[in-house]
């Protein structure tokens, strides 16, 4: 008989295998938006119900989008690099790093997602949506490297190919219920989470770490967990309509294989965020959306805490030990939408928020760039016939960077850069 582990083991194989591409961040390793209509928005969705991927931003935007089935499929694409210059410190206990640039590779990902909804009664409504984040994917090749304090060392770090590949899958079933004449309604959607992470290269850091021989190359590890996120909307004037939600902090099994690199032994919990945003149709056929997302990165150890202090007193994998140092972020989301006739919708957005990596943790980030601030978009919606509808998106991230000096090598300083291209389509079905 398979055991539980390894049936989770199977299952989480098969799902994540469909998600190899969620690979680099956009507000941090958050999504800018979930579906292709609301990626086309920037994400201004929590008060737009668009279609069933609604329920991954505010499940009470469910009761009013009728039965369907949508299956999307994104070709995600970004430029990652580090830039290395100053003089190297070359003391005892220092470890300067290779001057130069050096590009990541692996620069195009398919990324699928699918979502179904079917309305109960005139008040009442049900779905289950699948999709995913990202945000730490990277992949630097062995180059030579005459710095390293050893014979023969190349990357990086001095060991080899240098890079993580952590991926986030979520299975969200959701309920809404509307009230008031459908003025009002609350949603709740039970979330479901798996993810995957790799690591390579970074032997360099065992000596710093409470468990040396779970750093680094111990191949693909899957951890498990859920949360919940709740919502409601409300119609404050005619076409005029405001939306909430709250996503609890999602709790994760350990990353067993990598307890010697995540402080907590091997913690990864997902953080928990804040949505909020305001709908206007202004005419018939123009509706406006704004949003505010705040998320919450600093609350979990692993991806919060600093490198610095902290690696002087804790050891990588303790409770308390060293992290990404990344901050809490706030985004804000505007976007537009026009129909002009019943065939076309015609979308656009924008979006900002401060990155997360202050200038004193670029060097652990070299494995996280999540750098990237403003987000553009596009897109359109075409009726096919009575029951289908075929959707396109586009992202730009303009290139953005954050520079600082390696606390290792302080004479040193690293530059993070990352820009970012997203295309997506959709098919939806009515029923």
């Known amino acids: 008989m398979i055991s539980t582990k390894r049936y989770l083991t199977i299952a989480a194989t098969s799902i994540l295998g469909g998600l190899p591409a969620i690979a680099a961040a956009t507000n941090g390793y958050f999504a800018h938006g979930y579906g292709a209509r609301s990626k ?12 069933s991927f609604a329920a991954a931003v505010n499940p009470a935007s469910i009761a009013y989008i009728g039965d369907r089935l949508d299956a999307e499929i994104e070709l995600f694409s970004p430029r990652r690099k580090y830039t290395v210059d100053g003089t190297p410190t070359l003391a005892p206990g220092a ?43 990277t992949d630097y090749v062995a180059t030579p490297n005459p710095l390293c304090p050893f014979p023969g060392g190349q990357g990086t770090f001095c060991a080899g190919t240098t890079g993580i590949d952590k991926a986030q899958a979520f299975i969200v079933p959701s309920y809404a219920h509307s009230f008031g004449d459908g003025r009002f309604s609350l949603g709740i959607a039970p979330i479901f989470a798996i993810q995957r992470f790799k690591a390579r290269g970074l032997n360099a850091f065992a000596p710093f770490s ?8 111990q191949g693909y590890n899957y951890s498990f967990g859920g949360g919940v996120r709740v919502g409601g909307l409300a119609e404050l004037l005619p076409g005029v309509r405001f939306g909430a939600s709250y996503k609890s902090r999602i709790t994760m099994s350990k990353l067993d294989d990598y307890a010697g690199l ?14 909020f945003g305001l709908a206007w149709d202004i005419s018939d056929r123009i509706t406006a959306s704004f949003d505010v997302e705040h998320i919450r990165y600093s609350q979990i150890e692993s991806v919060g805490n600093p490198m610095f202090p902290n690696l002087l007193t804790k050891r990588l994998g303790e409770d308390g030990g060293p992290g990404f140092g990344w901050k809490d972020m706030t985004i804000f989301k505007f976007g537009t939408e026009w ?9 656009a957005g924008l979006s900002y928020g401060e990155q997360p990596i202050p200038k004193s943790e670029v060097l652990f980030n070299i494995l996280a760039p999540g750098v990237q601030e403003w987000h553009l978009t596009t897109g359109f919606s075409r009726t ?25 090598s302080p004479s040193q300083n690293i530059a993070l850069e990352m820009e970012q291209y997203s295309f997506q389509l959709g098919w939806s079905k009515h029923f």
Not at 40 to 51: E, I, N, Q, Y
Not at 114 to 137: F, P, S
Not at 210 to 217: A, C, E, I, K, L
């Open 40 to 51: 086309a928005l920037a994400g201004a969705s929590t008060a737009r119900p668009l279609d």
């Open 95 to 137: 470890f300067p790093l290779n001057s130069g640039t050096v590009e990541s590779d692996s620069e195009w990902f398919p990324v699928p997602a699918i979502g179904w909804n079917h309305r109960i009664d005139k008040d009442q409504a049900v779905g289950v949506t699948m999709y995913g984040n990202g945000g730490m994917n």
């Open 210 to 217: 409470s468990d040396p021989g779970h750093v680094s190359n």
């Open 262 to 275: 995540f402080a907590e032994q091997g913690g990864f919990d997902i953080p928990e965020s804040f949505n």
């Open 339 to 347: 129909r002009p006739d019943n065939l076309w919708t015609w979308r």
């Open 384 to 408: 096919l016939g009575k029951h289908d509808e075929v959707t396109f998106a586009f992202m730009y991230s303009p290139s953005n960077s954050v520079k600082g000096p390696n606390p290792l």
